[in-house]
């Protein structure tokens, strides 16, 4: 038997040392395994995919059951394919559609389907979606367009679509008691970049009214960490802003910025000024991305 | 188009705009909290999602620990403090290979710290042993540094240790082997008894000096 070795403190520059090391061989903020890249007419593609596979099991019965806003399941389809016909309208260049309302410009598509069989509705929006992604594979990515309100790149454009067809695929989900789906990482990985990246402006749009630093960890696929500072730009000559760190899964995530989940909802994990956490996940839901 | 026009700067670096009117906030949030305790689940979860604050956590919660366990092995500090570097770059390159279904965090680094101190004394011996050959061979060469002799000393001493403690018959092969260069065949010669048993005398010297080793870095803990 040896004498046991009592160790030595570490020595102050070691933490320092380990952590530039570490952050070297993977930069703070990727996640690991990273999702695989894909554009974003993929993304739109993919989720086009899934909401119809949802569409595919449905019986009979299920077309007719309340979903959304007053819109039974196949209201809630017409709704989409009605959403489909306007952005095709917005790549023709149609200006009519730019700030049109999101759910008034669609209403007459989401109507028309009271009485049909639903086999018709979901012919009628799989062409939709088949007419879109054909449009946009022609298309650049970069191109600014403008269509409900919202004026962003295309490529951004998808993916908030991809967003917008997995919230209602998961409405349709839950009206019809099926489990609800989730996006591979890929997807998500793009949904969860547009949530953040839009995170500033429902903050402002939420009057959060103080400076704050943000550290935002999306765990599990397709989620990641970001630095954000959200709210009026901070005085030079003030202290530093307060600083707020949330944890929480990325679908969870995913579901507050559809508002479809609320805070306290979630498993959330947080550091710092609790209130400033509160309105910092209020300008989440506020992203409303359905 | 109506109400005020925002922007903010996506990743590829084009302006997007959101107009209109966003629905108002849910009133009724409420936040949960860190609490005292660190759940190994979500600290894996925090570090597969890049959290570097994560990576901090760990270290000031383990690292003593972790170096506890290299210099066990080691005896070296500076040796000992390079193991904590490889640890931890280890634990974020490749978070993923920490299954906390499968055991602490806290075991998964000290065994990660153990194997790589392990590993430098093995490959510390072969080249001393190399040296040693070396210098019988070709007499007249330069003499290593004082510098590189102390580090071969201090990195090996545990082990010269361990070996010191294995019964005459092991030790013998052990030093023939390792610091003789002989192989197990000559070594056997070289002692007088048939190759076979001069092998299986090598492999209770090695499994003995691996249970000494263990059992050094289990006190430790």
């Known amino acids: 038997m040896t004498a046991k070795i009592r160790a030595p403190a570490l020595p102050l520059d070691l933490r320092d040392r380990v952590l530039a090391a570490s952050m070297r061989a993977r930069a703070a903020g990727r996640p690991d395994p990273a999702a695989p890249e894909i554009p974003p007419t993929e993304a739109f593609s993919r989720a086009a995919g899934a909401f119809d596979g949802t569409l595919s099991v449905l019986r009979g019965a299920d077309w007719a059951k309340p979903a959304l806003r007053g819109l039974d399941v196949q209201g809630l389809v017409g709704h989409l394919a009605g959403v489909e016909e306007d952005v095709q309208r917005c790549l023709a260049g149609d200006p009519a559609v730019a700030a049109a309302d999101h759910v008034e410009s669609t209403q007459d598509a989401a109507e028309r389907q009271a009485g049909r069989p639903p086999e018709e509705t979901r012919a009628e929006w799989r062409r939709a979606a088949d007419r879109t992604i054909a449009l946009v594979r022609a298309a650049d990515d970069r191109a600014e367009v403008a269509v409900h309100g919202m004026r962003l790149p295309l490529g951004l454009l998808l993916v908030v679509r991809a967003f917008e067809l997995w919230v209602h695929e998961n409405d349709i989900r839950a009206a019809t008691g099926l489990p609800g789906s989730t996006p591979d990482a890929s997807t998500l990985s793009l949904m969860t970049g547009v949530a953040v990246q839009f995170l500033p402006v429902a903050a402002a749009r939420a009057s959060l009214a103080e400076p704050t630093s943000v550290h935002l960890v999306l765990t599990g696929p397709g989620g990641g960490t970001w630095d954000i500072s959200l709210g009026p730009a901070p005085d030079p000559a003030a202290a530093a802003p307060a600083d707020v760190a949330i944890v929480t899964d990325v679908l969870g995530f995913c579901r507050l910025a559809a508002n479809r989940a609320t805070p306290s909802s979630l498993d959330l994990h947080v550091t710092g000024d609790p209130d400033r956490a509160a309105a910092v996940l209020a300008a989440a839901t506020a992203l409303a991305l359905d | ?221």
């Not at chain 2, 979860?45 to 990576?55: K, M, N, Q």
């Open chain 2, 1 to 221: 188009m109506t109400g005020s026009r925002l922007s903010v700067l996506p990743r590829g670096g084009d302006a997007a705009y959101l107009d209109g009117p966003l629905p108002l906030a849910e009133r009724n949030v409420s936040v949960g909290g860190v609490g005292g305790s660190v759940n190994d689940v979500l600290l894996a979860a925090r570090l597969a999602a890049g959290d570097d604050r994560a990576l901090g956590e760990v270290f000031d919660r383990l690292a003593p620990t972790v170096y506890s366990a290299a210099l066990r092995v080691l005896g070296d500090e500076a040796t000992a403090q390079d193991v904590v570097q490889d640890v931890f770059v280890e634990l974020w390159s490749r978070p993923s290979r920490y299954d906390p279904s499968a055991g602490t965090l806290h075991a998964y680094l000290v065994v990660l710290a153990r194997h790589r101190a392990v590993d430098l004394v093995r490959s510390e011996l072969r080249r001393v042993a190399r040296q040693e050959r070396s210098y019988r061979l070709i007499p007249g060469q330069p003499a290593p540094s004082t510098c590189e002799e102390v580090m071969a000393s201090q990195v090996a001493a545990a082990v010269r240790t361990a070996i010191r403690q294995l019964p005459d018959s092991q030790r013998v092969i052990i030093e023939l082997a390792y610091f003789r260069g002989l192989s197990c065949r000559e070594a056997a010669q070289a002692v007088g008894i048939p190759e076979g048993t001069a092998k299986s005398r090598l492999r209770l010297a090695l499994a003995k000096l691996e249970a000494v080793l263990d059992r050094e870095l289990l006190e430790s803990l």
